[in-house]
């Protein structure tokens, strides 16, 4: 349960990397959504490979219920989140171009919205798998990179300043700890469904994925983001058959 707690922490750990990147990288709006597009292809392939493989499919419907759910369930909360102000939260522009744009506490709430179901899984499978999976981790602390860079900007332009980022970052990574230990508590009770709840992550990330990860990381970085995406599919999914 430990080792639960800290890769739970150490996976969203990365939005302090995003937080450093800030200033140098603020204005490479091309960068970052190159950096943004690898991170969506590694979470897409830990959508297929960890939380929606082949063999999920074999328990029946409620795998594909709760696939759905956990779409549903990201775009109400996104749709909640959005209406009081966090919809800037994963905008890749320098915070001078978003000069009082939304709300700092609903960027907040909204980053928890997409890092607390990957955190809970990671401690689900830690649990279930007995090993931690190399690739899952991966996915979430690359992807955590650029979603750290881009809220750093968005909060910085709601008028939040560093140090409130930083304690911010600090709150968030301290949740998704929580949540990879309540996900590795609760394993032993969720055995019989731990694959529809395993589904119900990935319906939330893929959700997160096409709602505001994908199609800002192509405005910003062109093309040449789908060869990214495509390069962090590979990394992850190689991790993945590696392990």
């Known amino acids: 349960m430990w080792m639960a707690l800290f890769w739970g922490a150490f996976s969203s750990a990365s939005l302090y990397v995003g937080q450093a990147l800030a200033k140098p990288l603020g204005h490479r709006t091309r960068a970052v959504g190159l950096l ?12 297929a490979y960890q939380l929606v493989p082949q063999e999920s499919l074999r328990h029946g419907i409620a795998p594909v219920l709760g696939f759905v759910g956990g779409a549903a369930a990201y775009y109400l909360g996104d749709l909640l989140i959005d209406s009081r102000g966090g919809e800037h939260r994963q905008r890749i522009k320098p915070s001078s171009e978003q000069a009082g744009e939304g709300s700092g506490a609903a960027m907040f709430l909204g980053a928890l919205l997409d890092g607390i179901p990957e955190a809970f899984i990671l401690g689900l499978t830690l649990a279930l798998g007995g090993s931690l999976s190399l ?3 991966a996915a979430i602390f690359v992807s955590n990179v650029p979603q750290g860079l881009a809220g750093t900007t968005s909060l910085e332009a709601s008028g939040t300043t560093q140090q409130r980022i930083f304690w911010m970052w600090t709150g968030l990574t301290a949740a998704c700890g929580v949540a990879s230990l309540l996900g590795n508590a609760l394993a032993g009770h969720l055995t019989g469904i731990a694959a529809p709840a ?4 990935g319906g939330a990330v893929l959700m997160m994925l096409a709602d505001s990860m994908t199609p800002e990381a192509h405005q910003h970085g062109g093309r040449a983001v789908g060869l990214f995406t495509v390069a962090g599919f590979l990394v992850a999914g190689a991790l993945s058959v590696i392990q």
């Open 36 to 47: 943004m597009g690898f991170g969506a292809g590694t979470l897409l392939s830990a959508v």
């Open 135 to 137: 690739a899952f981790l």
């Open 198 to 201: 395993e589904a119900f992550a």
